[in-house]
Nanobody
Framework: QVQLVESGGGLVQAGGSLKLSCAAS????????MGWFRQAPGKEREFVAT????????YYADSVKDRFTISRDNAKNTVYLQMNSLKPEDTAVYYC?????????????????????WGQGTQVTVSS
């Protein structure tokens, strides 16, 4: 079993920055692809960014590309999401998730259903 706990959310003005953290406990997630998703009020949960088990392969949603950076520290069992140039439309609850893709031909995934483990989420609010 894996437990994921997000932190680092908060209120920031447009143009500002936040860094989210996702700490994993229980089963080691160093073999898992990790992802960040977000859900705004009244909208479906959507993909934000993903990183493979080694930290060498990343992929971003077009809406956050060149503004957000995903990274991981396997020694600390932690994944990060650095968010720069924040916009009001980035306001959402941000979720961390883990996917064991060792039996898959891919090393990352933007597909919500591929992720078995989820955190409780952290609120990010960007004011205009």
């Amino acid at each position: 079993q894996v437990q994921l706990v997000e932190s680092g959310g908060g209120l920031v003005q447009a143009g500002g920055s936040l860094k989210l953290s996702c700490a994993a406990s229980g089963r080691i997630v160093s073999n898992c692809a990790m992802g960040w998703f977000r859900q705004a009020p009244g909208k479906e949960r959507e993909f934000v960014a993903t990183i493979d088990w080694s930290g060498q392969v990343t992929y971003y949603a077009d809406s956050v590309k060149d503004r957000f950076t995903i990274s991981r520290d396997n020694a600390k069992n932690t994944v990060y999401l650095q968010m720069n140039s924040l916009k009001p439309e980035d306001t959402a609850v941000y979720y961390c998730a883990a996917a064991d893709l060792r039996s898959s031909i891919v090393v990352i995934s933007a597909t919500l259903d591929e992720y078995e483990y989820w955190g409780q989420g952290t609120q990010v609010t960007v004011s205009s």
